[in-house]
């Protein structure tokens, strides 16, 4: 979703910039991957390094060795890494160890939660990087305060929203949609995955009993991560009576075709706010802390912890359409692609060789 249009972009750049894609594979469900590139029409990957499976260090150690390999016989000049994954912080060490500049987009931010995986990925990506693309003015500031020069701090946007504003009149029902009797504002959509959130059985249902009370016997739409359904294996028995239609994970045009028409989004994501902010989708996120304030202060969003009573207030608040309004942040315009490219293109000044 954040590759998608910078390849787009970079397209146009062809007579100065040459580029290859590298695919870590970390991850490897056919749904959260191979689906993405086939309907974002992304470019089959130069390599898949097949790095999936395992945990956190053993996908580390594999990317790390498996980029190395890569680099060292593809020698570049710049190494663009996007977003707060495994794979982000992994091949920009390695590009860091060869002597090659490293561009981070969607830097600079912040939850102030280190426990969250994604938060260690981002301070060590930032740590090292040269030049950050940063999606809120807020993220750059983030990155002055722990040092970095504003000279290497652009301010572009945010890719996620070239994708969905891209893609917005191609959104597709998915296959449920007929069947289960769908329609629009009525029902909501939910996603969860952290484990603070997902590995408890007995929090797992404390949320989806406090939602499924505050949805009114609006229905809510679950596409669950595959971290997720295991963990909903024992709660079988009380979820029966519960109006939450579990499906599984959804294709890119799919998910946001349900995030399009939905009465509201209970998730614990962090992307899926800014694309709610964007729709203006009322948003609901069931953290204590989030990196993406924007999408609170600005947009639809709202910070609200996992108590039970405070999910079941803001859930009837939703079903009701006692929601704010919100706007868009500043330059998520569907142009950050562009401007990240433009940029890229200026820093290096000749036609120079990318990997991604």
């Not at 982000?88 to 987009?105: Q, R």
């Not at 996603?191 to 016997?217: E, F, K, Y």
């Amino acid at each position: 979703m954040k590759i998608a249009p910078i390849i787009e972009a970079l397209k146009e750049y062809k007579d100065r910039i040459s580029f290859s894609l590298v695919h870590t594979g970390q991850h490897y469900d056919a749904k959260m991957s191979d689906e993405f590139f086939t309907q974002l029409r992304i470019p089959k990957p130069d390599v898949n390094l097949e790095c999936g499976g395992g945990s956190q260090a053993e996908q580390t150690a594999s990317i790390l060795v498996k980029f190395e390999k890569y680099l060292t016989a593809n020698p570049c000049d710049l190494v663009l890494v996007v977003g707060d994954v495994t794979s982000t912080f992994a091949c920009s060490v390695v590009a860091k160890k060869l002597g090659i500049l490293v561009a981070h987009v969607e830097a600079g931010i912040r939850s102030g939660d280190r426990s969250m995986p994604e938060e260690i990925n981002r301070l060590l990506t930032d740590s090292i990087s040269d030049y950050f693309f940063t999606t809120t003015e807020h993220a750059g500031k983030n990155l002055m305060k722990e040092g970095k020069l504003s000279r290497d701090i652009f301010f572009v946007g945010n890719t996620m929203i070239d994708t969905l504003l891209k893609h917005n009149d191609e959104m597709l029902p998915p296959d449920f949609w007929s069947s289960e009797k769908l329609d629009p504002k009525e029902y909501f959509v939910m996603t969860l995955h952290r484990p603070s959130n997902v590995d408890n059985p007995t929090q797992l249902l404390s949320i989806l009993s406090a939602a499924a009370r505050g949805a009114m016997n609006k229905r809510i739409v679950f596409p669950v991560h595959p971290r997720t359904r295991k963990n909903l294996e024992p709660l079988k028995d009380s979820l029966q009576q519960m109006p939450i239609l579990f499906v599984e994970p959804q294709g890119y045009l799919q998910f946001n075709f349900l995030v399009k028409y939905a009465l509201g989004v209970i998730t614990d994501s962090g992307g899926i706010t800014e694309e709610t902010t964007v729709m203006g989708i009322p948003c609901i996120t069931l953290r204590t802390t989030t990196e993406r304030p924007e999408t609170c202060t600005i947009g639809t969003n709202e910070l609200i912890g996992t108590d039970p009573e405070a999910i079941e207030e803001h859930v009837r608040k939703m079903a009701t359409g006692k929601w704010k309004k919100g706007a868009i942040p500043p330059l998520w315009d569907g142009q950050t692609s562009a401007r990240i490219v433009d940029k890229l293109s200026e820093l290096l000044a000749v036609k120079h060789e990318i990997s991604i």
